[in-house]
Every structure is written in structure tokens, then in C-alpha cells.
T-cell receptor
């Protein structure tokens, strides 16, 4: 979805390196999410943010940190990358409302940690 | 706690035949159910959702899903599959924890000509 962009799209890094994945959205949504996808495990929530001042841990936040620089930007950092963080990472957004709105996903970042 | 199960890793169907992708869920409150599709090298795309009301929900690309509360199921269906429907399908559930989805492991659909 062009409204949600992720950079880089592919990244190979070495164990112990710090890496940042970036997400930008033009949808005007308040809520943003970071997921990782592993084969056979589906998507698992790493962190989520319901607005610029609200950051929450998800299911698997250990080893990750995030920054919500603006409504439109949400970055995910791996402070010291390890091989089991090799995965496909997705950013997503949704509207804030009393109804359950669907989430809109970026194209993903394929991260390989060697 | 909420959870989603997609019992089939892969579903194979011939083009023109009906397609069903199974999903069962477990939540402590009211379930809000979603189906997403992922094409190769793409992000997930929303297909349909059940929030309340009619148990049969219609979505994009001719897909529909039926909410069955007694069986805690939300199976995805398409009457006549196309080769272009070949993709990875995810069921997801949200309970009363606003905006937090729990995804199933995914089901690979392969439609052969």
C-alpha cells in the first residue's frame, strides 16, 4: 500500500549491529504498529502506538525499541541485532475510533542478521 | 487471552471450484474478526471484517465469511476460485483490547488452472 512506506525494503546486517527500520504514512491515522512475520507463526505484534505520546509493548518487544517522531512516522530499532531477529517486518496503521477499523500494512522490510 | 487457529497450512483447489479457508478463534469478550491476504512480496491487504450484525460478511474480490458463534469459527469462502487467488491468507481476532490484533499462522492457498 503506497500510503504506508517502509525503508529499507531489504537489509542484511551482522550480529551486534544497531539497525533502524522506518515507517511513514500519509493516511492521517493515529494508530501505528510494528509486527514481525515468521513462517508458520503468522504476524506477532512488537510495539504499538495509539498517538504520538502513547507507546506500548506488544507480544514480543524484548530486543526492540521504537520511536514515534510524529503522527506520520514510527521507527523500530534493534539495539544489538541477533540472528533470531531475522524476519519480515511490517508496519501498519489504523484509524482511532469507537469502531474496529482494519489495519493498513506497508510492503515490509526483509531483515537478515548474520 | 485471545487466540486464532488456522488448521490448514495449505489449501489446494482447482480453478472454478469453491474455496474455503478455515479459522477458529478464542476470546474472552466479543470477537471482532478479520481476514487479510498477502500476495508474494507484498504487505497484507484487508479482505473483510465481522464486527456485529449479519453473520455473513461480504468483502473484496468476491470473498465472504460466515461468523458462527457456537462453533467459534469464521471461515473464508469464495464460490469460484481464480488462479489469481493464490496467496497467503490470515485470519485475525481482536477482543476488547482496542486495536490489538491476534493473527493466525496463515493458510497458503494454491489454485491450479
Amino acid at each position: 500500500d503506497a500510503d504506508v512506506t517502509q525503508t529499507p525494503r531489504n537489509r542484511i546486517t551482522k550480529t551486534g549491529k544497531r539497525i533502524m527500520l522506518e515507517c511513514s504514512q500519509t493516511k492521517g491515522h493515529d494508530r501505528m504498529y510494528w509486527y514481525r512475520q515468521d513462517p508458520g507463526l503468522g504476524l506477532r505484534l512488537i510495539y504499538y502506538s495509539f498517538d504520538v505520546k502513547d507507546i506500548n509493548k506488544g507480544e514480543i518487544s524484548d530486543g526492540y525499541s521504537v520511536s514515534r517522531q510524529a503522527q506520520a512516522k514510527f521507527s523500530l530499532s534493534l539495539e544489538s541485532a541477533i540472528p533470531n531477529q531475522t524476519a519480515l517486518y511490517f508496519c501498519a496503521t489504523s484509524e482511532r475510533d469507537s469502531e474496529r477499523y482494519e489495519q493498513y500494512f506497508g510492503p515490509g522490510t526483509r531483515l537478515t542478521v548474520t | 487471552a485471545q487466540s486464532v487457529a488456522q488448521p490448514e497450512d495449505q489449501v489446494n483447489v482447482a480453478e472454478g471450484n469453491p474455496l474455503t479457508v478455515k479459522c477458529t478463534y478464542s476470546v474472552s469478550g466479543n470477537p471482532y474478526l478479520f481476514w487479510y491476504v498477502q500476495y508474494p512480496n507484498r504487505g497484507l491487504q484487508f479482505l473483510l471484517k465481522y464486527i456485529t450484525g449479519d453473520n455473513l460478511v461480504k468483502g473484496s474480490y468476491g470473498f465472504e465469511a460466515e461468523f458462527n458463534k457456537s462453533q467459534t469459527s469464521f471461515h473464508l469462502k469464495k464460490p469460484s476460485a481464480l488462479v489469481s487467488d493464490s496467496a497467503l491468507y490470515f485470519c485475525a481476532v481482536e477482543s476488547d483490547s482496542w486495536g490489538k490484533l491476534q493473527f493466525g499462522a496463515g493458510t497458503q492457498v494454491v489454485v491450479t488452472p
